[in-house]
């Protein structure tokens, strides 16, 4: 038999020639030899299907497009091109390198053909050292997706090899983050470019003005000179006027050079102005969004406090945490049914009284002056109330005296934190001199 019926270590068949020579004559052993498929075999690349499993979302999210995804990951899955999401094909892609079929050799030919070139330039290399210093001339020109590809598959990688560049791409993703950071450098380095134009122009502008009031002194040194020695002969006069032209192409060439000079401080004072007026959109945008996550930090604590099960009933939630008079009347004005509904069972619960009117939908607007008599406190959600109707309850409660909240939305949170915050204002007040000057019930 001169195939064996198992795989021969590449390192005792492939490295060593002597390993499979007979003991007595030198010659090779018939039984032992590597064929010529097995030694094709050892020498190929490593296919996706064959990598380890943790590395697939690595090579997809990195070698291969959403745009090619999208075009090649639905003809092997039942995702639908258009309405599927990246996340969506990102995964159905990394199953399908996991599971090796044939959705995986497409997407094992597509990277093959996409990265050919990085492909044959690793192949070249000789040995592991060759392999990482590839790699790492990558790393620093920026070209990552084909020698990430190209060094995953070669036939001289080894774990610690893969699991080094895998570092390598895992620790990039965590430059995004310094994006701000980096455009803040680069508008101060614009700043910076900008001052030294500006002072460099000035000198050449400077030195400009002493050349032409040297140039103009010269000239008239001239005119001076020839017209006293016209009569010493034409050389003297070619002379002359040639080192006139020669102060004059001087001239113009140090003209040119400030125009040339004064247009680049012009564009990089538009790229300033662009830089500074991007960096104040974002701190608008960064400041906003901090705005809003304080809010609903405060919101969702409110109502974690509020709706706490008691530690000898878990089934039954405190409402106790809601800060509120017994018998305190609120009218609640527009809002969502369902929402109303469990805002108006928190009240009860904690021995208020809730009236609730939707601000013209089903009630009659006639009604909202006779439903705020007699109210505490009157609240009404922004996002869930006509302005009509916010108009008019502002004008009857300024008219009656009664206090308003607005709520940021007509969600329970948003009720149970203003709740809370009146309540917290209140205790503070009152810590702080006397008796507290708001009250929850009066106002």
């Known amino acids: 038999m001169h195939t064996p019926p198992f795989r021969l270590a590449r390192t005792s068949t492939i490295t060593s020639g002597s390993s499979a020579l007979n003991a007595v004559d030198g010659r090779p052993d018939g039984c032992c030899a590597p064929s010529e498929a097995q030694l094709a075999e050892l020498n190929r690349r490593t296919r996706l299907a064959e990598l380890d499993a943790h590395l697939h979302c690595s090579i997809i999210g990195t070698c291969l497009g959403t745009h090619e995804l999208r075009k090649l990951v639905p003809k092997f899955t039942g995702l639908d091109r258009l309405r599927a999401t990246d996340l969506e094909i990102h995964h159905a892609a990394v199953e399908l390198a996991i599971e090796g079929g044939t959705g995986g050799k497409a997407l094992q030919k597509a990277l093959d053909e996409r990265y050919a070139g990085a492909i044959r330039l690793f192949n070249k290399a000789k040995g592991s050292d060759a392999v990482l210093a590839l790699w790492r001339e990558a790393l620093k020109s920026g070209d990552i997706p084909p020698a990430y590809w190209a060094l995953m598959t070669h036939r001289q990688a080894t774990t610690s090899m893969r699991q080094t560049a895998f570092g390598d791409v895992h620790m990039l993703s965590h430059l995004v983050g310094a994006a701000n950071r980096a455009d803040i450098r680069r508008l101060v380095a614009l700043e910076e470019e900008n001052a030294s134009l500006h002072a460099k122009i000035d000198r050449q502008q400077n030195r400009s003005h002493e050349m032409s009031a040297q140039r103009d002194s010269a000239v008239q ?223």
Not at 276 to 299: C, F, H, N, P
Request: net charge neutral; glycine share 8%; charged share 25%.
């Open 221 to 443: 040194k001239l005119a001076e000179h020839a017209a006293r020695t016209s009569a010493q002969g034409s050389d003297e006069v070619a002379m002359l006027r040639a080192e006139v032209g020669t102060l004059r192409e001087a001239l113009t060439t140090r003209d040119e050079r400030v125009a040339l000079h004064t247009s680049r401080r012009e564009a990089a004072e538009l790229r300033l102005a662009a830089e500074q007026e991007s960096t104040r959109a974002l701190r608008t945008r960064l400041e906003e969004m901090d705005a809003l996550v304080k809010i609903l930090q405060a919101e969702a604590s409110a109502l974690e406090r509020a709706v706490q099960a008691p530690a000898d009933d878990p089934s039954r939630y405190s409402v106790e945490t809601l800060p509120m008079p017994q018998g305190m009347r609120i009218v609640y004005v527009g809002g969502r049914p369902r929402s109303n509904n469990a805002i108006r069972r928190l009240v009860e619960s904690a021995g208020g009284q809730m009236t609730v009117h939707d601000g013209g939908i089903e009630d009659r607007k006639g009604l909202l002056a006779a439903t705020l008599r007699g109210a505490d406190i009157v609240v009404f959600p922004v996002d869930c109330i006509d302005h009509d109707s916010m108009n008019m309850l502002k004008r009857i409660c300024e008219r009656g005296q009664i206090t308003w909240y607005p709520l940021r939305t007509a969600s329970v949170a948003s009720f149970v934190e203003l709740i809370g915050r009146l309540n917290a204002d209140a205790q503070t007040k009152g810590q702080a001199g006397g008796p507290p000057r708001f009250c929850l019930r009066h106002g």
